[in-house]
T-cell receptor, first 116, second 114 residues
Framework: GAVVSQHPSRVICKSGTSVKIECRSL??????MFWYRQFPKQSLMLMAT?????????EQGVEKDKFLINHASLTLSTLTVTSAHPEDSSFYIC????????????FGDGTRLSIL | GEDVEQSLFLSVREGDSSVINCTYT??????LYWYKQEPGAGLQLLTY?????DMKQDQRLTVLLNKKDKHLSLRIADTQTGDSAIYFC??????????????FGQGTELSVKP
């Protein structure tokens, strides 16, 4: 079964709305989670690394104030797209690092965000 | 810098073998991975290989690693229509181990025709 749960799976909202996406590790404690963005027919682009109890590390070119990341517990990280605009429409995927397992990262099922 | 490259498309007939190729640049990667992504879904880890291995087989999947040429391949035997998906090759970032950042290739779209 899924070890990383990502919600919601699909969001459609108006321009200017802020949208929160949750990523939960179900069977393990994840000190590190990752947030990716994927455009159609393209690879995953790492946006930021979310560290429990500390500030997220953002990749170059990713706006910190636009994409707010909170990792307040060992099983939950949230990504908030603030004042979303149509260009923010994309597929957002989270993953969680399981230090005790063989896999490097377990992935959520992704969130399809559509801004009208 | 770190880079992972794959061919973009592969089309095979059901029952044939599929071979998806990948080249990478970071020779310090400890593990190399193959992920599968079905439409509208997240990534599913198919298999991984430790850098000191040349080959790993897991049921219909065979991974070959040529460290000298920095070339990784995934062979799917007896390809089925359910194998149609995008396949991503990935390596861990420089200095990382299993917990490091993943560097993904562009993805190879595998189309299996009946």
């Amino acid at each position: 079964g899924a070890v990383v749960s990502q919600h919601p799976s699909r969001v459609i909202c108006k321009s200017g709305t802020s949208v929160k996406i949750e990523c939960r590790s179900l069977d393990f404690q994840a000190t590190t989670m990752f947030w990716y963005r994927q455009f159609p027919k393209q690879s995953l682009m790492l946006m930021a690394t979310s560290n429990e109890g500390s500030k997220a590390t953002y990749e170059q070119g990713v706006e910190k104030d636009k994409f707010l990341i909170n990792h307040a517990s060992l099983t939950l990280s949230t990504l908030t797209v603030t004042s979303a605009h149509p260009e923010d429409s994309s597929f957002y995927i989270c993953s969680a690092r399981d230090p005790g397992g063989p896999q490097p990262q377990h992935f959520g099922d992704g969130t399809r965000l559509s801004i009208l | 810098g770190e880079d992972v490259e794959q061919s973009l498309f592969l089309s095979v007939r059901e029952g044939d073998s599929s071979v998806i190729n990948c080249t990478y640049t970071d020779s310090s990667s400890t593990y190399l991975y193959w992920y599968k992504q079905e439409p509208g879904a997240g990534l599913q880890l198919l298999t991984y290989i430790f850098s000191n291995m040349d080959m790993k087989q897991d049921q219909r999947l065979t991974v070959l690693l040529n460290k000298k040429d920095k070339h990784l391949s995934l062979r799917i035997a007896d390809t089925q229509t359910g194998d149609s998906a995008i396949y991503f090759c990935a390596e861990t970032s420089r200095g990382g181990n299993q917990g490091g950042k993943l560097i993904f290739g562009q993805g190879t779209e595998l189309s299996v025709k009946p």
